[in-house]
């Protein structure tokens, strides 16, 4: 029988996962571990998601995009409503489609969004400290905005990456990068939004890390345009928590 070339739009929190990617071990439970479990069980078929980006443990999507093969003969609003009721609260499929057979998630993508959130700690309830990161102090959004500015362009972004065990080209062009006051929280919420062609391992948290860390004086005002010309996958890593991170978008 034909297999069929599925695209997937979903959903997740991350709070709820050790990260995206499967791991060998079946206890560690995964955001692709949990999909691929739930088609086995439901529909007797192993699949193999191809995915636009893998997050790190802690790390949310408001749009992910995966693609994988499947028999022909099953419907496709089933496979959607059998991960909807089998992931409630966890994972929620917004789209499924039908995609050319040479479509690939990861390759395709044109360009991946993330969005990170900070906000005051004491403006955090208890129910939100798992999706915002919290400042002990506010930030100025205009000040901020002109240290992340040095991020945009082509760059070799070793210094902002976690070593990969597979080999990945450290070269990535960031886009735009936008930080702005949320409308309902003001200067106390600064949300940044960051586009690029494709990021590294731990790359945005790093980002932020780093351009919290000259802000708030912890390192000088030319921290990330020396480590971008001189780039070191060995230097020291400032990360940014996971809680206040998201994939926002992909375009294809």
């Known amino acids: 029988m034909k297999k069929r070339n599925v695209k997937i739009i979903y959903q997740y929190d991350g709070s709820k996962f050790s990260g995206f990617q499967r791991q060998k071990h079946n ?3 995964t955001v692709q571990g949990e999909i691929e479990k ?4 439901a529909f007797s078929q192993k699949i193999n998601m191809i995915s636009s980006g893998r997050t790190d443990k ?10 994988f093969l499947i028999d022909g003969n099953i419907p496709l ?22 995609a050319n057979e040479n479509f690939n998630a990861r390759f395709d993508a044109k360009n991946r969004t993330y969005l990170y959130i900070l906000r005051t700690e004491e403006d955090i309830p208890p129910f939100e400290a798992n999706y915002i990161t919290g400042l002990k102090k506010e930030v100025n959004v205009e000040k901020f905005q002109k240290i992340m500015d040095s991020f945009i362009g082509k760059h070799d972004f ?26 309902k929280w003001e200067k106390n919420q600064v949300n940044i ?16 890390g780093s351009a919290l860390a000259i802000y708030f004086g912890k390192e000088k005002e030319d921290y990330i345009i020396k480590n971008l010309e001189n780039p070191n996958a060995d230097n020291k890593k400032i990360l940014a928590s996971s809680e206040g991170l998201y994939l926002y978008k992909v375009n294809y």
């Open 158 to 183: 070793s210094s902002f990456m976690k070593k990969d065990k597979a080999y990945r080209n450290p070269v990535r062009e960031i886009f735009y990068i936008k930080c702005f006051y949320d409308k």
């Open 77 to 98: 609003e089933a496979i959607k409503r059998q991960i909807n009721k089998s992931l409630k609260g966890e994972i929620k499929i917004l789209n499924i489609t039908e």
């Open 38 to 41: 739930v088609i086995l069980k």
């Open 58 to 67: 802690g790390v949310h999507a408001m749009e992910q995009v995966s693609n």
């Open 193 to 208: 939004e960051i586009c690029g062609n494709g990021f590294l391992k731990t790359m945005v948290r790093i980002m932020v």
């Open 27 to 29: 206890n560690i439970k």
